[in-house]
């Protein structure tokens, strides 16, 4: 490796522009703090977008990469491996599905999903029940098959033709899904807590009625918990809070608690429409990306690890609502566990971007969910004094960003 020294600059010379990374490189990171090139300090908001879930270098997830990276890194799917199915045999039993699918990330497991659910009624019910129905504001990936799921018609923009058979309608009116679905409806697909959309939960009532409507149209219920497994909500899957079981759920970000790993999970009916040689991926269950997750899923699913979400969640909200009495930025505060959304006022909207960049400058990691939305995202076992001085920079950053004042063309 060469140890030519690079920096953010390096980033605008040589990687292609998709993103727009924060103006400091980190380098290294333990819990929930970060530390960057020049060796300064972040208190992690952000948690690599709902990703470390047990925080950065767990010291147990540490031990189980080296222990596998000594033994055995990868054989693909022309065998199987032990890791990979210790994991398979975990996650199916704490959760309703039968079986597994391993691949690498989100957008793969979400593809796996659209792809097996087409294909289960195409086995079960003929060609022309196809038909895909999913939500405004939803996101499910960047592949060109799940951004067309997705419904955010800028990351569809200038890639079009998308695949077919796929509409939208608003979340949580379950009057416009029942006018929308039919017997031509294959899937309707769905997250518990919309993520990068702005945080916005699903109605229990309404999640309950969506069930109904695929029973009655013979439809699979997909849940996209990409964003909301593996804890984020204080339960180890959302669905569980909502009282109503999908036929496939989808699963990655905290899975691997960094190390990336995605999951498709469902019954076991639905999943033999996934017959030999119909789908597939080289990396899929690869032991390393196992390993990891079935120890991360062993440290996350205890009662200790699911409560403490819950009182991190108190935590976060009563921090927020005090900056909020003192600064008046937030319209909302909403979300589930640590899974958070502070929506800004209107002055405020289109400008969220600007507290990120204060908040980074102020010791503090934190995302955006669209214009008008901060999300906190954090480790599901960050220390509360953590919790607690990330807030002090925060309103550091806020108050700082009110002082220079709102952009007059704010959209
Ligand atoms: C992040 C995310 C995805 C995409 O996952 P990738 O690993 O980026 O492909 C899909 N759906 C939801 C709900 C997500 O939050």
Known sequence: MSDKPVNRATFDQVMVPNYNPQAVVPVRGRGSRVWDQAGTEYIDFAGGIAVNALGHCHPRLVDVLKGQAERLWHLSNVFTNEPALRLAGEITAATFADRVFFCNSGAEANEAAFKLAR???????????????????????????????????????????????????????????????????????MEPIQGEGGVIPADPAFARGVRALCDRHNALLVFDE????????????????????????TSAKALGGGFPVGAMLCTEAV????????????????????????????????????????????????????????????????????????????????????????????????LMAGPKVL?????????????????????????????????????
């Not at 990409?226 to 759920?249: F, M, W």
């Not at 005090?322 to 930025?329: V, Y």
């Open 226 to 249: 990409i964003q909301t497994g593996v804890g984020r909500t204080g339960h180890l899957y959302g669905y569980e809070a909502l009282g109503v079981t999908p036929d496939i759920l």
């Open 119 to 189: 294909k289960y009624a195409f086995d079960h019910f003929g060609p022309e029940k196809h038909e895909i129905i999913a939500f405004n504001q939803s996101f499910h990936g960047r592949t060109l098959f799940t951004l067309t799921v997705g419904g955010q018609a800028k990351y569809r923009e200038g890639f079009e033709p998308v695949p077919a058979g796929v509409s939208h309608v608003d979340f949580n009116d379950l009057a416009a899904l029942e006018a929308a679905i039919s017997d031509r409806t294959c899937a309707v697909v």
């Open 375 to 411: 999300r906190f995202t954090p480790s599901l076992i960050i220390e509360l004094e953590e919790i607690e001085l990330g807030m002090e920079r925060l309103e550091r950053a806020i108050a700082a960003v009110i002082a220079e004042g709102p952009e007059a063309a704010a959209g």
């Open 271 to 366: 999943a033999q429409s996934f017959g030999f040689g119909t789908h597939g991926s080289t990396y899929g269950g690869n032991p390393l990306a196992c390993a990891v997750a079935a120890e991360a899923l062993a440290l996350i699913n205890t009662p200790e690890v699911l409560n403490g979400v819950a009182e991190r969640h108190d935590r976060f909200r009563a921090a927020l609502e005090a900056i909020n009495a003192r600064q008046g930025i937030f319209s909302e505060i909403r979300g589930g566990g640590l899974l958070i959304g502070a929506e800004l006022t209107p002055p405020w909207h289109g400008q969220a971007g600007r507290f990120l960049a204060a908040a980074r400058e102020a010791g503090v990691m934190l």
